[in-house]
């Protein structure tokens, strides 16, 4: 339905969230990337920007919100108007919790500058966890793709890979379990890097609720097969 | 198990003067239901409303075409009487046309011409009913002597569904019903629908989308002639399946 409306501020307000959730995609997919990269190269300073940046995406969120109730008050949207606004609401929630996670990273690789000995052993699982970051990086730019292009079966893709990154997760999990059986000195870094690989985990489901409501948004129903989970973490025990 | 239709539609076709206004319809109501017929001017919807009850006789060159069956009678066929299909069918019209009688002759006219009372007392009972039941007579029992055009428009509306239900129809018929009262008038219309839904059918033509939503359980969409979509009215207003609803919903075409 790519027709305008006959009341074209309609299509102005509708337009504006769009943009404003995009702004808000593209925002929180940079603070992943900077909060890892910061991780890596272990820049406290560019994880204080981290920090101090997420007030925009909060901000943003709020603008949403706004724009969401005008949009509902002014306009009593139906149908696929109605989904696309519902769906901005959801969709701008989860971008503002993954926003958060990548804020809490960069407070862990600020805390951890106090344990020291994060050049001794924290390149392997650190190498994971960028990987795995870059596969959560790369599901958040392929599921704003997805809703621009309110591309149902993209969102769909991207609900899936989520499979790759609790499976990543689940390895990294019992992977640091050994390095802390090995030296109780490992306990604190390696608690602070389990706590960040959880955190690109839930980024993950937070991108895979995202694709759901992509999905909504098009066809007016959340997909019908249930994912594949392979984080077994809860319920393992070493 | 399905339950039967209490009216049905089967290949409607109206033409006025050999030009097609409606075609092709097929649409059942089911007792109790609340239908809503949307769509732009000049669609069909208020055409096809007034076949239900063969209003459309009284227009010359008009042309009904297919059958319309009310509990498995043909109100076509020639044995049926139309006035007897109009006292099981009745109407509300857009404007509130209440008889220059008083309140109390307006509702006592149908029961009187079709001799359903046989003493005051019994019409007395009919009156209060049918004003109760409109939810009027509490503003109106002190003066049923005054004249119905003296009451307000939201008032004269009502009494004009209290006249219509005073001989107990089956089937009533609102043609925009609300659209020349003011929000709380329309308020109390819809409030009033969703009582008198218990005791009987109800379709409606509104132009108003947001009413249509609000009063029915089911929503037909009329474009150009021909019923488009005819579903739960929660479904087409969320996730109508027709491209052509969509769009008129979401105001795009109009």
Not at chain 2, 7 to 32: P, Q, R, T
Not at chain 2, 38 to 61: A, V
Not at chain 2, 80 to 94: C, H, L
């Amino acid at each position: 339905m790519d027709n305008e409306h006959i009341v074209t501020a309609f299509d102005d307000d509708l337009n504006n969230l769009q943009n404003k959730i995009v702004e808000m995609g593209g925002l929180v997919e940079k603070q992943l990337l900077d909060s890892i990269d910061a991780l890596l190269k272990f820049d406290l300073d560019a994880a204080k920007e981290v920090v101090l940046h997420d007030n925009h995406i909060d901000n943003l969120e709020l603008e949403i919100d706004e724009a969401i109730v005008r949009l509902l008050a002014l306009r009593s949207p139906v149908a696929a108007d109605l989904r696309s606004i519902i769906s901005c609401t959801k969709i701008s929630c989860n971008l503002e919790r993954i926003g958060d996670y990548s804020k809490n990273i960069s407070k862990r690789t600020l805390a951890l500058s106090d344990t020291g000995n994060l050049p001794l052993m924290g390149s392997g699982p650190l190498k994971t966890v960028s990987k795995m970051a870059e596969i959560v990086q790369s599901m958040i730019k392929n599921v704003l793709d997805a809703y621009i292009e309110k591309d149902a079966t993209k969102a769909d893709d991207v609900r899936a890979k989520d499979e790759d990154v609790d499976h990543i997760h689940s390895g990294l999990y019992r992977e640091l379990l050994t390095y802390m059986l090995e030296d109780p000195k490992n306990i604190t870094l390696c608690t602070h890097l389990l706590f960040v690989s959880k955190n690109v985990e839930r980024m993950g489901d937070h991108v895979t609720s995202i694709a759901e409501h992509v999905h909504f948004m098009v066809h007016g129903k959340i997909p019908e097969e249930s994912r594949i989970k392979r984080d077994n973490s809860s319920s393992a025990y070493v | 198990m399905t339950a039967k239709p209490k009216m049905s539609a089967k290949n409607v076709g109206v033409s006025y003067n050999g030009k097609v206004a409606l075609s092709e319809v097929s649409i059942d109501f089911l007792e109790h239901d609340v239908i809503s017929l949307i769509g732009p001017s000049g669609c069909g919807k208020s055409t096809f409303l007034r076949c239900l009850n063969r209003m459309n006789d009284t227009i010359d060159g008009c042309v009904v075409s297919g059958e319309i069956q009310l509990d498995n009678y043909n109100i076509y066929s020639s044995e049926i009487d139309p006035v007897e299909v109009r006292a099981r069918v009745g109407m509300v019209f857009q404007k509130p046309n209440p008889f220059p009688k008083s309140i109390y002759d307006n509702i006592c006219y149908g029961p009187r011409i079709h001799g359903m009372a046989n003493s005051r007392d019994e019409l007395d009972e009919i009156v209060e009913w049918s004003l109760t039941s409109a939810g009027l007579w509490e503003e109106v029992k002190d003066r049923l002597n005054e004249p119905g055009t003296g009451l307000s428009g939201g008032q004269q509306q009502r009494l004009c569904i209290a006249r219509s239900i005073a001989i107990h129809p089956e089937v009533i018929l609102m043609d925009e019903p609300c659209s020349a009262l003011d929000p709380i008038a329309t308020a109390k219309i819809e409030e009033l629908l969703g009582q008198l839904r218990s005791k009987f059918t109800i379709i409606i033509v509104t132009h108003s989308m947001q009413q249509a939503a609000r009063i029915s359980n089911r929503t037909a969409f009329f474009h150009l002639g021909e019923l488009i979509e005819e579903g739960k009215t929660d479904d087409i207003f969320t996730v109508p399946k027709d491209e052509r609803t969509q769009s008129y919903i979401t105001g795009r075409i109009g």
